[in-house]
């Protein structure tokens, strides 16, 4: 097996709460995911990543760890792991954990420890400072101005009256920050790693990874959150990319990585910088295998405001983004994800297309068509690959756009009660989508229509295409096509050694668009598109009509 063979690999994401349940506790477990190997192996997958399933106490849904050694009983054991890979093994697929170490949970024993005692050896595993001085009723003043990333009204800092002294707590207070500086630290966060690694797993998914170096002046943060009206700000700067990032990555690579030849996609929220980012996923010497970029799914975050803010945007405002990375890490030799769903982000047929019984379909098979074709190592959300979309409406304004949560509804497997997701009698963590009677994994794994394929059919077949066209869907080079008819048409030439140069047109607007083609593109033939299960019968010249959320694959002629 080449050094390189997770390029080509497809990635499947499991949110393990809501993808099977067997045990009768509405809770999906790891005997739920040994279950649908085989069906996984089917729709084309090679590696899965499953969202943290270690020791927690579930306050942010197990990126909270107590134990990084322990599987969560509420999961299953250890031993299931084993059973896991040797499935996945068996099938020629692999294991992919995820990583979280940029904070635990206030329930790890190394935080009970530094919270127990000024004088505690684990007092400088967490960041702990003096308050800033008191306010007007007496009450102690955090170190800076920072906000919670997941409360942003809130204080990035969480008081401990025994002590009197805050600890540093991005996210919420019960995950502390894990204090990088401390050297004792990152042995232990290396020493968990090789504990997967040497049961098999073959790498990981690295959680927020980008901050784990604080700027260790601690500055105010720019006050910009909510207009510069509110009382905490997004500190960001000064702890995404941090100043021992770099280095800090560069000695897990040589501890651990590079022995042990793991993949690993280093979640970076927050970086867009070409020359920030090559340092991480240059294929030389590159830090990690790949990372995730937010700019895509992130089209619609406020900059200096917190993650409910919201920015209405287009089609060219995130296609923009893909161009851009496209060509950036062809050009400079990097390596890239493709992703546009998460399990914090929204359904992607909801949020770049349109939802609508009429549409949703159509879309869905757009962006997997999209996917399938780009540059790089391709991510599969849970549900993604059956077109699951967000929640009815439920709240109102952002949230409603924004929630984590419609992308962590239970999995549709069948039209039985609870989607089949756990039995009938049983009640679900969260609710299972209606629409699971219609749009489940068995009728579209079952379809048979002479037409059509099922949006998971597509998938199927997209993803087995890209894996026998790699030399152009996942290595070529992508050239932009230009586009006279605006925004909402997105086309692109993808240029294999071998199997020649590919034509990609994607229509993202639900309205029918005349699109022409520029004259230097050359269309031997139509090979597949989104309306109907055979060669699409299209002008190859010319102007080509569009039907709404219409994408068609071609050979080019030259
Ligand atoms: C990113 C994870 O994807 C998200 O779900 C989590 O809340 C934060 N990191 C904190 O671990």
Redesign the pocket.
Known sequence: MSDTWWKAAVIYQIYPSSFKDTNGDGWGDLPGIISKVDYLKNLGVDILWI?PIYKSPQA??G??IADYKLIDPIYGTNEDIDVLVAELKKRDMKLMMDL?V??TSNEHAWFVDSISSKSSPKRSWYIWKDPAGSDSNGDPLPPNNWCQ??GDANSAWTYDPESKQFYLSL?TPE?PDLNWETPEVRAAVHDAMRFWLDKGVCGYRM??INLISKDQRFPDAPVTNDGGKAKYHPGSKWYTNGPRMHEFLREVKREVLAPYKAVTVG?MPGVSDPDEVLKTVHQGDGELSMIFIFDVVDVDFVPGEGRLALRPFKTGDWVKDVVKWQRVMWERDGWNSVFIE???NPRSVSRYCDDSDEWREKGAKLLALMQTTLSGTIFVYQGEEIGVRNMPKYWDGVLDKKA?DHARTPMHWDGSPHGGFCGKDVKPWMRVMDDYVTFNVDVQTNSNSDDDLSIWQYWQRGLSNRKAHADAFVHGEFQSVDNAEGDDVFAYLKVGKESGTWVIVLNFSGDEVQWRMPSNVKVQGWVAGNYLKGKPDKPTEGTIGLRPFEGLLGRSAA
Do not use: P
Request: glycine share 0%; aromatic share 10%.
């Open positions: 969202s942010d849904m990126y909270d979280v940029n904070h990333l997941l996210f995950q959680d927020v979640e998460n399990h914090d984590r």
